[in-house]
């Protein structure tokens, strides 16, 4: 049981070490901070995207509003 645990933990950290960026060549303990500093840039980047589609939407709506007077 100990063995198969381990195995899907070692398996798990291979994959992890594929996903983020520059995991290959950190020890595991870092490679857990740097996953989740990982993690968080690319919610910071999806929030940015989010913003960015609303803002040009709006932008768009608007051009459509005034006939496009503006572009």
Do not use: F, I, N, Q
């Not at 049981?1 to 870092?30: C, I, K, S, T």
């Not at 995207?49 to 509003?65: G, M, Q, Y």
């Amino acid at each position: 049981m100990r063995r198969l645990r381990a195995a899907a933990v070692a398996r798990r950290v291979r994959e992890l070490r594929r996903l983020v960026p520059g995991g290959e060549a950190v020890p595991a303990g870092r490679l857990l901070l740097r996953a989740a500093g990982y993690v968080a840039e690319l919610r910071a980047r999806v929030e940015l995207l989010r913003v960015l589609a609303a803002l040009l939407t709006a932008s768009c709506a608007a051009a459509d509003d005034d006939g496009g007077k503006d572009m």
